[in-house]
């Protein structure tokens, strides 16, 4: 697990934010962000300093780009 800020993480996720890169987006139970790209691999983040709200955003934002976000 990594932790971050948001701004960091969306520094971070930025490049990937794709859904030829990403199979799906999910936060689980802890309200870890987790991330499965296509290619078997998945990371999970932590964002420190950022609010539910601030967070659904972001998903938000995931799905307008063709992402599959599950909550």
Do not use: A, N
């Amino acid at each position: 697990m990594k932790r971050c800020s948001l701004s960091d993480f969306m520094e971070i996720i930025t490049p990937w934010l794709s859904s030829e890169y990403l199979r799906r987006v999910y936060k689980d139970d802890k309200g870890h962000i987790l991330l499965e790209f296509r290619d078997g691999v998945k990371d999970v983040y932590q964002i420190e300093d950022c609010t539910e709200e601030q967070l659904t955003e972001v998903l938000e934002g995931f799905k307008e780009k063709g992402i599959r976000v599950e909550e």
